[in-house]
């Protein structure tokens, strides 16, 4: 079951302001940002496995792994990029693309069930068909823990093949 949260990856940038003015380090909130614009990270953070998260779920150890964020990697660092000046602390990372160019495109559907529109997690994903060709879920293959597709193909996917945009 997916969790329905409304929130974007504009509210990750407002979070990491909050824990700077919480007293977080600026030069380690840095790193983390850079380190997602990057694309891969190390942590024993999952994703949710169930809806309505139990305490005791999110007590659980996990082993650090390498997880892939490239899917999301377009989105986040655009977004560094227009709202930096917003952000209580400077950026370390050369992965920040320069706002000259940032483009803004304007899609308009001429049709959207009923049923697609109104989902709190609409989001757009652009894939290359020849890697995947669209199916039902993609889940398993954003997915790069142990719940997650494992094959090249779907690795392949993560890292070249997708991109999702959450801010409409």
């Not at 979070?15 to 380690?28: E, M």
């Not at 305490?55 to 655009?78: D, G, K, W, Y």
Request: no cysteine.
């Amino acid at each position: 079951m997916l969790i329905y949260s409304p929130l974007n990856l504009t509210a990750f940038l407002r979070v990491l302001g909050h824990l700077y003015n919480s007293g977080h380090p600026a030069h380690w909130l840095s790193d983390v940002l850079g380190n997602l614009m990057e694309g891969k990270i190390k942590t024993g953070a999952r994703a949710p496995r169930s809806e309505l998260l139990k305490v005791r779920e999110t007590n659980t150890p996990m082993p650090v792994i390498e997880q892939s964020v490239a899917p999301f990697v377009a989105e986040l660092s655009t977004l560094t990029s227009i709202w930096q000046f917003a952000l209580p602390f400077g950026l370390t990372s050369s992965t920040v693309p320069s706002i000259d160019t940032i483009r803004q495109y304007r899609v308009d559907f001429k049709t959207v069930r009923d049923n697609e529109g109104n989902v709190p997690v609409f989001v757009l994903a652009i894939l290359n068909t020849d890697i995947f060709p669209p199916q039902a879920s993609m889940r398993p293959y954003l997915l790069s823990d142990e719940r997650g597709r494992t094959e090249p193909k779907a690795k392949r996917f993560r890292e070249t093949g997708v991109h999702i945009i959450s801010t409409w």
